[in-house]
């Protein structure tokens, strides 16, 4: 079942599409499956650290790229997940995408390397064993293809602040975990 959710583009005009961003994997404001949460602090094998499949649809139709950034809300707004140089003919993302700098898919992606509770490529899911937190994954439709100033070495906040700079408009989602 994909469900949309509220979003926002300062770049469209009358009669054009909303900007959305949904899941099959959970409803907006419901709960993330654990198989998307973190594998480093529990013991349930249903934990696997997959990230959930994506859709957006609706971007401004100057688009040249996208990037998703994905953060902790009740966590000081950490950030869990940076995909970005997401070709603008690609409007998903699968579950479980690589953990690496270079994903198979999206074919010319790149992911910023997570410094936290693991330290991987790519997404790192929910990690809040005590207590019931809130994640935005936040779709960007970005005026460039390629934030070519961004690098294997780029830490989350510096990438989401490229990013940010590049926006022309963006979709929001969250969950909770």
């Known amino acids: 079942m994909m469900c949309a959710l509220l979003a926002m583009s300062p770049a469209l005009t009358p009669g054009s599409a909303v900007f959305t961003l949904t899941s099959s994997a959970f409803s907006p404001g419901g709960v993330i499956p654990k198989v998307h949460e973190c594998t480093s602090g529990g013991s349930d094998p249903r934990q696997r650290n997959e ?95 390629s934030l070519a100033e961004l690098t294997s070495s780029s830490s989350t906040t510096t990438a989401a602040r490229v990013i940010t700079s590049a926006s022309l408009g963006s979709a929001r989602l969250s969950g909770e975990s």
Do not use: K
């Open 51 to 145: 990230s959930p499949p994506l859709s957006w649809a609706g971007g401004p139709a100057t688009t040249q790229s996208y990037a998703l950034v994905m953060r902790d809300l009740d966590n000081r707004n950490l950030i869990h997940w940076v995909i970005y140089d997401i070709p603008v003919s690609v409007t998903a993302l699968p579950q479980n995408v690589d953990h690496v700098y270079r994903p198979s898919v999206p074919s010319g992606s790149r992911q910023v390397y997570y410094r936290g509770s693991a330290s991987l490529f790519g997404y790192q899911g929910p990690c809040s064993p005590r207590t019931v937190n809130t994640y935005e994954f936040v779709v960007y439709a970005l005026n460039r293809a």
